[in-house]
């Protein structure tokens, strides 16, 4: 998503931070499509059993950041305020974060392999029959932990320089193969633990790209071990809440699936996958706009200019809370009916978890952008303590209402935390870096935004009192009312600067980085 202020933040310019937005956003929507019709394909493929196994195969891999010491935001940042300070400087920093990363996921990937027996028949309420496959599948899913954060090492490297391009480039075939090659080698037939091999294959050729991309295109050189470990050091120091925050993340943000599939089973955690997978689609969003933010913050911090990085956050969130609301609202509305469609029909008693969850991606999103800014203004502290204080509470209370309320107690528990994210990431910003100037046009269009979302509600509350009349009379309405909101929001919600800063985005994707 572009986030734009239609202004010049220091040390990039709103149509670079816009652009790489949207090549951040295509990075990942275009796997989010491609997910979209090949889900379904893995699920009847393998059923809701073994596609649970796959999930926690997914839910591993997108939890493999919490090895990484907290290097991956650190090299965005450092890497950003070095573009400034010099070729040797920006080597020194991007060589150590990678080997250091790929040492880290080689220790991960012993630990995951010497593991495997304990989380097979102690963990996760695995059934004997499916114990060998699973435990082939973790295997070689240790495998892939070194290849995964000496990958996400190297797009730090790109995305801190601002080098969205390639990075898009090189994300998106991976991104494509994590849900292509699952789906048709269990459409073919082969076990969990063959689609990890041919995973693994992919991801290793594209680390290679990646490695040749970045030596080139950052004048990197030739790769050797750095010079000095100093510069490691000073990063460990900035990373080291840095990586309290990312040990924590993942594992605030998966321990729903892992409890589920270790109280409920892991039938049943096919069942709330496919609602969270419904529901976190959105989050591409938000996370684009935290990509994209991060290192013009992280400059716009350098050059002391805090007050512009307040005033591009706030314009920035009304924008994203406009384009969230009405996707949040629909898969609301209508959340049984879209996993029955996406999913089969047994998948629609996952319809109440995919509504609580809906909630909590909105507020998930939101929470996103403060995040960005104390990340960008050098204060990793606070976002660490928050999820200390988070962890104490949240893994606990996820324990309680998964054992009592199963799938719809495990969304609860993840609505709940990401309502808390948002409400504890404002407070702490607010008292650590400030407010932005007052502004009456900035209250003006947040006042309007408030009534065209209230209009919105208006509308789908009546979409679904026509419906049980009308189907196609509920379609009409839900189809005005968007085109209503789209209308106001566009005149009202944004700033002429904001207008045209998004519609030269759309039409101008081609042009050259500034």
């Given at each position: 998503?572009?986030?734009?202020?239609?202004?010049?933040?220091?040390?990039?310019?709103?149509?670079?931070?816009?652009?790489?937005?949207?090549?951040?956003?295509?990075?990942?929507?275009?796997?989010?499509?491609?997910?979209?019709?090949?889900?379904?394909?893995?699920?009847?493929?393998?059923?809701?059993?073994?596609?649970?196994?796959?999930?926690?195969?997914?839910?591993?891999?997108?939890?493999?950041?919490?090895?990484?010491?907290?290097?991956?935001?650190?090299?965005?940042?450092?890497?950003?305020d070095a573009t400034e300070k010099g070729l040797d400087r920006l080597r020194e920093i991007i060589l150590a974060s990678v080997f250091s990363q790929t040492a880290a996921g080689i220790l991960a990937g012993i630990l995951l392999f010497a593991l495997t027996p304990v989380l097979v028949e102690r963990v996760f309420s695995i059934t004997p029959d499916a114990a060998p496959e699973a435990s082939a599948m973790f295997r070689v899913l240790a495998l892939h932990l070194p290849v995964l954060l000496a990958a996400a090492a190297l797009r730090s490297s790109l995305e801190g320089a601002q080098r969205f391009d390639i990075s898009a480039a090189l994300r998106i075939p991976g991104s494509i193969a994590s849900v292509a090659i699952p789906a048709g080698m269990a459409h073919a037939g082969y076990s969990l633990a063959a689609i990890m091999w041919a995973l693994l294959g992919v991801r290793v050729v594209l680390v290679l790209a990646s490695a040749f991309a970045v030596s080139r295109s950052l004048k990197l050189g030739p790769w050797r071990l750095p010079r000095s470990?100093?510069?490691?050091?000073?990063?460990?120091?900035?990373?080291?809440?840095?990586?309290?925050?990312?040990?924590?993340?993942?594992?605030?943000?998966?321990?729903?699936?892992?409890?589920?599939?270790?109280?409920?089973?892991?039938?049943?955690?096919?069942?709330?996958?496919?609602?969270?997978?419904?529901?976190?689609?959105?989050?591409?969003?938000?996370?684009?706009?935290?990509?994209?933010?991060?290192?013009?913050?992280?400059?716009?911090?350098?050059?002391?200019?805090?007050?512009?990085?307040?005033?591009?956050?706030?314009?920035?969130?009304?924008?994203?809370?406009?384009?969230?609301?009405?996707?949040?609202?629909?898969?609301?509305?209508?959340?049984?009916?879209?996993?029955?469609?996406?999913?089969?029909?047994?998948?629609?008693?996952?319809?109440?978890?995919?509504?609580?969850?809906?909630?909590?991606?909105?507020?998930?999103?939101?929470?996103?952008?403060?995040?960005?800014?104390?990340?960008?203004?050098?204060?990793?502290?606070?976002?660490?303590?928050?999820?200390?204080?988070?962890?104490?509470?949240?893994?606990?209370?996820?324990?309680?209402?998964?054992?009592?309320?199963?799938?719809?107690?495990?969304?609860?528990?993840?609505?709940?935390?990401?309502?808390?994210?948002?409400?504890?990431?404002?407070?702490?910003?607010?008292?650590?870096?400030?407010?932005?100037?007052?502004?009456?046009?900035?209250?003006?269009?947040?006042?309007?935004?408030?009534?065209?979302?209230?209009?919105?509600?208006?509308?789908?509350?009546?979409?679904?009192?026509?419906?049980?009349?009308?189907?196609?009379?509920?379609?009409?309405?839900?189809?005005?009312?968007?085109?209503?909101?789209?209308?106001?929001?566009?005149?009202?919600?944004?700033?002429?600067?904001?207008?045209?800063?998004?519609?030269?985005?759309?039409?101008?994707?081609?042009?050259?980085?500034?």
């Amino acid at each position: 998503m572009p986030v734009l202020t239609g202004e010049r933040p220091a040390g990039s310019s709103s149509r670079t931070v816009a652009r790489n937005g949207a090549l951040y956003f295509l990075s990942l929507g275009l796997p989010a499509i491609t997910a979209l019709f090949l889900v379904p394909v893995t699920v009847r493929a393998l059923g809701p059993a073994r596609f649970g196994l796959l999930a926690l195969a997914w839910a591993v891999a997108e939890g493999s950041g919490m090895f990484d010491f907290g290097l991956g935001r650190a090299t965005v940042r450092f890497v950003a305020d070095a573009t400034e300070k010099g070729l040797d400087r920006l080597r020194e920093i991007i060589l150590a974060s990678v080997f250091s990363q790929t040492a880290a996921g080689i220790l991960a990937g012993i630990l995951l392999f010497a593991l495997t027996p304990v989380l097979v028949e102690r963990v996760f309420s695995i059934t004997p029959d499916a114990a060998p496959e699973a435990s082939a599948m973790f295997r070689v899913l240790a495998l892939h932990l070194p290849v995964l954060l000496a990958a996400a090492a190297l797009r730090s490297s790109l995305e801190g320089a601002q080098r969205f391009d390639i990075s898009a480039a090189l994300r998106i075939p991976g991104s494509i193969a994590s849900v292509a090659i699952p789906a048709g080698m269990a459409h073919a037939g082969y076990s969990l633990a063959a689609i990890m091999w041919a995973l693994l294959g992919v991801r290793v050729v594209l680390v290679l790209a990646s490695a040749f991309a970045v030596s080139r295109s950052l004048k990197l050189g030739p790769w050797r071990l750095p010079r000095s470990w100093l510069v490691l050091i000073e990063m460990l120091r900035y990373s080291g809440w840095v990586a309290l925050s990312t040990a924590l993340g993942p594992v605030l943000g998966s321990f729903d699936r892992f409890a589920v599939g270790a109280i409920v089973g892991v039938a049943g955690l096919g069942l709330y996958t496919g609602a969270a997978e419904s529901a976190t689609r959105f989050l591409l969003i938000p996370v684009t706009a935290f990509s994209a933010l991060l290192p013009a913050l992280a400059a716009t911090d350098a050059r002391g200019a805090r007050d512009r990085a307040l005033h591009v956050t706030r314009a920035a969130r009304r924008q994203l809370a406009a384009l969230l609301f009405p996707l949040c609202l629909t898969l609301f509305a209508f959340a049984p009916a879209i996993l029955s469609w996406w999913l089969g029909s047994d998948f629609a008693a996952a319809g109440t978890a995919l509504r609580i969850l809906t909630v909590g991606v909105f507020f998930n999103g939101l929470a996103h952008l403060p995040l960005a800014l104390l990340y960008g203004s050098n204060r990793p502290d606070l976002p660490a303590k928050i999820h200390v204080v988070q962890a104490a509470l949240y893994i606990p209370l996820t324990y309680m209402l998964v054992k009592s309320l199963g799938i719809n107690g495990a969304a609860i528990a993840w609505a709940a935390r990401s309502a808390a994210d948002l409400v504890l990431y404002e407070t702490v910003t607010r008292r650590a870096l400030g407010r932005p100037a007052s502004d009456d046009n900035e209250r003006s269009r947040a006042s309007s935004l408030s009534l065209t979302g209230s209009g919105l509600v208006a509308a789908f509350l009546a979409a679904l009192w026509v419906r049980d009349v009308s189907l196609p009379a509920a379609l009409v309405t839900v189809g005005l009312g968007l085109a209503v909101y789209l209308a106001l929001g566009w005149t009202r919600v944004l700033s002429p600067a904001e207008r045209h800063a998004w519609a030269t985005t759309v039409f101008r994707m081609k042009e050259k980085p500034q």
